[in-house]
């Protein structure tokens, strides 16, 4: 009987336990760590910033005049 028990822990003592690992969740694609949203709000500002800036250098230029 006891040699049964010791066959059994040498067994089980050689042998790695399983281990269970989670598998890992795709997080998306991630440019510069912003989310969709975010990335959303920065092309939309940078839409608006871009035709201010053109309008106001077309306004200083004289090329389009305000009808005032």
Request: hydrophobic share 50%; with cysteine.
């Amino acid at each position: 009987m006891l040699d049964d028990l010791r066959q059994q822990a040498n067994l089980t003592y050689g042998e790695e336990a399983p281990t269970i690992e989670k598998p890992l969740k795709p997080r998306g694609k991630r440019f510069l760590g912003m989310t969709p949203v975010q990335r959303l709000v920065i092309a939309v500002l940078l839409f608006f910033i871009t035709t201010l800036i053109g309008s106001l250098c077309l306004l200083v230029n004289g090329i389009i005049v305000l009808p005032i």
